[in-house]
């Protein structure tokens, strides 16, 4: 049986420019952990989830595809 593990927290928006052009990055302490711990662990032995509060913008829904792009 799979133990599981919740990391509650908030996601931090950083947006940096470069000439014309804007990067937008995901992070925070919280955050970064989940991801970190998930990376290194087998699956089938311990299933992460982030626990944190979520709006209808954009930048939510990136946040969104960002996290399922982490899934194996």
């Known amino acids: 049986m799979s ?9 931090m928006i950083e947006l940096s420019e470069k000439g014309a052009d ?3 990055g995901f992070g925070g302490d919280t955050l970064n952990t989940s991801v970190y711990i998930a990376r290194q662990v087998d699956p089938a032995a311990l299933t992460v989830h ?11 829904q990136q946040m969104l595809d ?7």
């Open 3 to 11: 133990k599981k593990i919740a990391v509650i927290g908030e996601c």
């Open 22 to 24: 804007v990067k937008r």
């Open 50 to 60: 982030y626990v944190t509060a979520l709006g209808t913008d954009s930048f939510s």
């Open 66 to 72: 960002a996290w399922h792009g982490e899934k194996r």
